[in-house]
């Protein structure tokens, strides 16, 4: 193990006040890609780029090609969680780790067992109409063809946080009060570029701040620890 592992390993022991921000990053290892790796979305060819097509307005002018692209690329129904999901679920189990803050939208962290998860950006789980309110799940929207329509003949909408949308700011709140009290917080697996979820980082007041991300990010220099690799394979070696 590298020292860097066993510095990890140490802290994780020695803490029980963990939080956990992530990103995108965390579910590439089930089979999600993310967006910004040379294999992920934003690097493949599409008539518009990912951020305008999963935009809002977009959404308002052109909902039948927001939802071909949508349930093209983000909507993975069989992905299964890995060691990371599984490992941060058994630290909250064992009352070290307090909350998951995720970016990310596919629910995962919830079925490899973890309670306390804030999903900043929405989850595809969940889906309303617009016109009524009524909820539909993702199986709904998955087998309806074309833009999924309510029974009132509303369409239905995921609750994901599009680009140009505000995230919930009791959600932000929350995220910030973990964050302000964690003795430790381990990010991984985000490109920390998207604000205003990137910007949670500057709340942490302790000395244990650790970055796993298998690339660079713009705030390595604010990490007491960083640990270049997959972030599913750092989880299953130490726990
Ligand atoms: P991002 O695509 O901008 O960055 C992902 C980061 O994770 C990169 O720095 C990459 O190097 C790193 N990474 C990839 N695989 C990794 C692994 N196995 N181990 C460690 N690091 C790994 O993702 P982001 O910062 O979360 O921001 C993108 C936005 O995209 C978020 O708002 C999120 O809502 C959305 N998104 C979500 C999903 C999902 O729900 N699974 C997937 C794609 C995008």
Not at 90 to 116: M, P
Request: charged share 25%; net charge neutral.
């Amino acid at each position: 193990m590298t020292r860097e592992m066993e510095q990890l390993k140490q802290w994780i022991e020695e803490s029980d006040n963990i939080v956990f921000f992530g990103g995108a990053g965390v579910s590439t290892e089930s089979g999600i890609p993310d967006f910004r790796s040379v294999d992920g979305l934003y690097h493949q060819q599409y008539k518009y780029p990912p951020e305008t097509i999963i935009s809002h307005s977009f959404y308002m002018r052109n909902p039948e090609e927001f939802y071909r692209f949508y349930k093209n690329k983000m909507l993975f129904p069989d992905a299964k969680p890995n060691a990371a999901h599984l490992a941060l679920a058994k630290l909250e189990a064992q009352g070290k780790l307090k909350a998951v803050l995720t970016q990310n939208i596919d629910g995962l962290h919830q079925d490899a067992g973890s309670r306390e998860v804030l999903e900043l950006h929405g989850s595809v789980r969940r889906n309303y109409c617009t016109r009524c309110g009524k909820f539909y799940d993702l199986p709904y929207i998955v087998q309806a063809s074309g833009v999924p329509k309510c029974s009132c003949g509303g369409a239905v909408k995921p609750d994901v946080v599009l680009y140009e949308e505000g995230l919930d700011q009791r959600t932000m709140q929350k995220a910030v009060s973990y964050i302000r009290n964690a003795d430790m917080l381990i990010i991984g697996g985000t490109s920390l570029t998207v604000y205003p979820a990137a910007g949670l980082i500057d709340y942490y007041r302790g000395n244990r701040l650790v970055l796993i991300n298998k690339s660079v990010t713009p705030m390595d220099n604010r990490a007491d620890l960083i640990i270049s690799g997959k972030i599913g394979e750092v989880f299953a070696e130490i726990l």
